[in-house]
């Protein structure tokens, strides 16, 4: 069992607080309710009341919306240190759907027990409501990338942020990183068609930016590819902690 103390959200909230001992027992309690979620089939659905969040602790998850039509959008995708469905323990429904990419590991955390640990650790809520604050600004910028950026620098920008983002937990670095996700989820979740995702990629390969094979994503030139993304990480703020 991964010691709070390094676990994924730990680091993760680390970059804006610098967490005392009081504060990461209270996260060791939130993270007690350990699950095991099998691929492909939903944690949550969406319009499913719910009062209990997840803590992603080992894999990839999707969240996304269904159409009356059938086909999905995929709004964002969750990786180890990420929270799933906070919002829906305040909203008390669901809003979106969530689908484990692969078979992942996650902590059930009751509304009751957060609204417990919010009280008695400020600091922390304040931190959590950072970490939610900086998933809206991503999904800000995924609502640019499909209505202003063209495919290859849609791509570019959406798998340097992926670059980004593990990073921070410690699962990448800049040669680049493992990634499960299939063409159709970057097809679902960048507005594009399976199609046209491989031929996106080919162009990168090609150009000499990237490749995207056997789930690993290779980062060739890293400088050509944020030219060509207009890519500016500060609305990951990722600079270090802010509350010491």
């Not at 970059?15 to 504060?23: D, H, K, M, N, T």
């Not at 640019?144 to 990448?172: C, K, P, W």
Request: charged content about 25%; proline content about 3%.
């Amino acid at each position: 069992m991964r010691s709070t103390e390094t676990s994924p959200l730990t680091r993760k909230l680390s970059v804006f607080v610098a967490l005392s001992y009081v504060e990461l027992a209270v996260l060791d309690r939130l993270h007690t309710r350990r699950r095991i979620f099998p691929a492909g089939r939903d944690m949550v659905h969406q319009g499913q009341s719910s009062r209990a969040a997840f803590i992603l602790s080992a894999g990839w998850v999707c969240s996304y919306k269904l159409q009356p039509d059938g086909t999905r959008q995929i709004v964002d995708f969750q990786i180890p240190g990420d929270f799933l469905g906070l919002r829906s323990v305040l909203l008390r429904t669901s809003d979106h759907s969530f689908e484990p990419v692969m078979d992942i590991e996650a902590s059930e955390v009751l509304d009751k027990d957060l609204l417990d640990a919010f009280a008695q650790t400020p600091r922390l809520a304040t931190a959590i409501l950072w970490a939610a604050s900086r998933d809206e600004a991503m999904v800000v910028e995924h609502l640019v990338g499909i209505g202003r950026r063209d495919a290859d620098a849609r791509m570019a920008h959406f798998l340097l942020e992926l670059e980004a983002r593990l990073a921070l937990v410690g699962l990448a670095d800049s040669n680049g990183y493992e990634c499960p996700l299939t063409q159709y989820h970057l097809a679902d979740a960048l507005g594009l068609s399976a199609v046209h995702v491989n031929r996106v990629l080919r162009h990168l390969r090609e150009d000499g930016l990237l490749t995207f094979r056997d789930g690993h994503v290779t980062i060739h030139d890293h400088d050509a590819l944020v030219k060509l993304a207009g890519f500016d990480a500060s609305y990951l703020d990722q600079t270090g902690p802010l509350l010491t």
